[in-house]
């Protein structure tokens, strides 16, 4: 499903692309505006005299494929990413049953001989003793 969404879009962006270009080629009801500037007398050369209506009914069928995929990607991404959490939770079971979390041990007895004491590494930086409270300080004289 995610490969059509993606596929989908990739679809959208290019029409919005094209629809981008027919409107900036488009002839301009008076004569200024980006119709001209962007080549508007350059549609009438290429295309023929009644590049207006191909060029309308273009923009036409170009705006209602946008708004069609826009609708359906809208649908499709809605469903498929506010899916129950039920293939998460299960997933999570399942590898909770395969691989048991095992929490390290303090040893029973202090060590005597701190070159013995184990080497510091990230599962017992996590489990540091809290350190003592500061002393309290001293009551001013009078």
């Known amino acids: 499903m995610s490969f059509l969404i993606g596929l989908l879009t990739v679809v959208l962006v290019l029409d919005c692309v094209l629809l981008i270009l027919l409107v900036l080629i488009q002839l301009p009801k008076k004569d200024a505006g980006a119709g001209v500037a962007f080549g508007g007398a350059a549609t009438d050369a290429l295309f023929g005299a009644g590049t207006g209506n191909v060029l309308t009914k273009v923009t036409k069928y170009a705006t209602i494929v946008f708004f069609v995929l826009a609708v359906i990607l809208g649908i499709m991404q809605s469903s498929f990413y506010h899916q129950p959490g039920k ?32 080497a510091v590494t990230s599962t017992n930086l996590m489990t540091t003793p809290a350190a003592p409270p500061p002393a309290p300080a001293p009551a001013p004289q009078k």
């Open 87 to 118: 293939e998460f939770q299960r997933k999570v079971e399942q590898q909770a049953k395969e691989a048991p979390a095992t929490m390290p041990t303090a040893p029973s007895a202090p060590l005597a001989d701190p070159a013995a004491a184990p």
